[in-house]
């Protein structure tokens, strides 16, 4: 064999006990498993002494934004040091295929935020498999940093079809969208994303959402919806999105599954009763979350949807015509708007993590109540002016969530781990660096939340399972040999809000397709992730 690392408590992913075992890894796979006391010791080429270290599946990041940090950094030790193996991008509804030319300087526009505006990059893919085939070339052929999959984006797709309408599609423009889904499935894809707080995708009405599921149950895949409000009216927003899936016959995968602002308090049971009736009567369903309570997105997404019709450069028009900005602060601070899920915006709880103009840098870090306190001027104003001269880039982290929702919902049955790690910016939010050694360490360790078993599931096999993976997820025979090795009593995440971009500690070694990523916790220059297609 290639390698056995010996001697190490195998975590191996079902969630049942731990083990202790030799392991042994051939030509990117997991070629045998000898338990302790279980015959002669394994031999290979090279050995590795993993006494006090946990081996587990390399971890899944069920909600990604790495879409084109994969492509300008081969280094990527935001996701490969915390041992993620594999990220799902192409979500909220909002990514860079299928497109055409038009669409493609829109939706790098919209998203800059996100990913930045794109300028380093060579676009050149139009299709969902071009995209595909651009991440396995990778850097000069040799790969990427992570195994990569990707969901169609709603949003992008109704921005190609439709246009920055608010109004439903026709049906040769619905018909021309299922070809688009259909197509980006046939290429790779796993499933479809929404971003239903976002435009254009928001303008979707359920009838338009459920012929594209449709196309996407017809392939196997999955529907992975930002839906309509995590705040007033998140329950109905969660129902819709399960009778609408279960009208289509198809997959549900809930995107970032919180409950969050006031109204939400201590509301988690009610979600979870939803769920589990769901469950209970025979839907496929399975969510994500992430270990912190904070929200992270762009400040532009704060605006009523109508203020967004027409695309960014009609957005930033209404934002420079007085009377229509007075119409957009009443909807948002009295009103409540769909942007902000519905609730009156408290400006003390929205964070400026980061500006993509120069000369912004000194609103990173503070409120925009705080920006505006230190300027004399009324939130909005400073708000406003933000959103004009930063020419809609800049990123927030919105304070609104609940620990006790975050706990509850991380120990469901169907629950998987997301870090919706926005790397941008000059602050981003910890959960880029840091949400799988946090779930470890803080949730499963010092919590006791979850054990340390039914924690690794839920990052591992679980995922695997909604991704229809026949051989990730699992330390088995036969698997590939993406595996973690980590330090059960020092795993930790090292991002906090005021140092986010700090690497974990007590994860020394990673390994995709056999190879180390990650070695004496040191990255190599190693680029073994691929994109990771849909089966049959």
Known sequence: ?????????????????????????????????????????????????????????????????????????????????????????????????????????????????????GSDIDFDWRTVGEYLDRLDHGFDGAGIAVNAAYLIPQGTVRMYAVGWDDRPATAAELARMERLVAEGLEQGAVGLSSGLTYTPGMYADDAELTALCRVVARYGG?????????????????????????????????????????????????????????????????????????????????????????????????????????????????????????VPIEWDTIEISGVSAPGLDPYVGKTVAASAAERAEAPWVTARRLLIEDGLGSTILQHVGHEENVREIMRHRVHTGGSDGILQGAKPHPRAYGTFPRYLGRYARELGVLSLEECVAHLTSRPAARLRL???????????????????????????????????????????????????????????????????
């Open 222 to 342: 999955y529907y992975c919806p930002h839906h309509r409000s995590y705040g007033a009216g998140a329950l109905q927003a969660y129902e819709e999105m399960v009778t609408l899936t279960r009208r289509a016959g198809c997959a549900l995968h809930l995107a970032h599954a919180t409950m969050n602002f006031g109204v939400n308090e201590g509301k988690a049971p009610d979600l979870l009763a939803l769920l589990d009736g769901a469950l209970d009567a025979g839907a496929d369903i399975t969510l994500d979350t992430y270990p912190y309570t904070p929200g992270c997105t762009t400040l532009v997404a704060m605006l009523p949807s109508w203020a967004s019709e027409g695309g960014p450069d009609s957005i930033l028009a209404r934002l420079r015509d007085d009377t229509t900005a007075e119409r957009i602060r009443h909807h948002m601070e009295v009103v409540g708007a769909d942007g902000c899920h519905g």
């Open 1 to 117: 064999m290639d390698l056995v690392i010996q001697d190490v408590q195998v975590v191996d992913g079902t969630g049942g006990p731990s083990y202790r075992a030799d392991v042994g890894l051939t030509d990117g796979r997991i070629a045998a498993i000898r338990r302790e006391g279980g015959g002669p010791r394994l031999s290979a080429a090279r050995s590795l002494d993993a006494a006090g270290l946990a081996l587990s599946p390399g971890f899944i990041d069920m909600h990604a934004h790495s879409d084109l940090a994969l492509l300008r950094d081969p280094d990527h030790s935001a996701k490969v040091a915390q041992g993620v193996t594999l990220e799902v991008i192409g979500q909220d509804g909002l990514s860079y295929a299928p497109v055409d030319d038009p669409t493609l300087a829109q939706v790098r526009q919209s998203i800059t935020g996100w990913n930045g505006d």
């Open 470 to 536: 026949p051989d990730r997820g699992l330390v088995r025979e036969g698997y590939r040999a993406d595996l973690v090795l980590f330090d059960p009593a020092t795993v930790a995440a090292g991002s906090t809000f005021d140092v986010p971009r700090t690497l974990p500690v007590g994860i020394p070694h990673v390994l995709i397709d056999g190879r180390f990523v990650i070695e004496d916790g040191r990255r190599t220059d190693t680029l073994a992730g691929r994109s990771v297609r849909r089966t049959a």
